[in-house]
């Protein structure tokens, strides 16, 4: 995908600028109950520096609880808690 996004679809899943992500990670502490979770996929096909950096800067604590690498591709989920 390259340029705008054409629908819903595209914006969940392409997100160049990661400002849907930040948005997320600042936004989402205020909607989830106490003790609740957030479960989180990610892979190496986007910027994991940038992924890190956002993580990194969030009030999460993270888990990794699924990781798998296919076609040389890691996958991993994030369990994300406050």
């Known amino acids: 995908m390259n340029g705008a996004c054409s629908g819903w679809l595209e914006r969940a ?3 160049p600028s990661y400002h849907n992500l930040s ?3 600042l936004d989402a502490p ?3 109950l ?3 979770k ?4 990610f892979s190496n096909c986007g910027d994991m520096r ?3 950096s956002i993580l990194k800067r969030s009030v999460f604590k993270h888990t990794v609880i699924l ?3 296919e076609n040389n591709i890691l996958f991993f989920v994030l369990e994300l808690t406050i």
């Open 13 to 15: 899943m392409y997100d």
């Open 23 to 25: 948005r997320f990670f």
């Open 30 to 32: 205020y909607y989830l």
């Open 34 to 36: 106490e003790k609740g």
């Open 38 to 41: 957030i479960y989180l996929a």
């Open 50 to 52: 940038l992924f890190k």
């Open 67 to 69: 990781e798998m690498i």
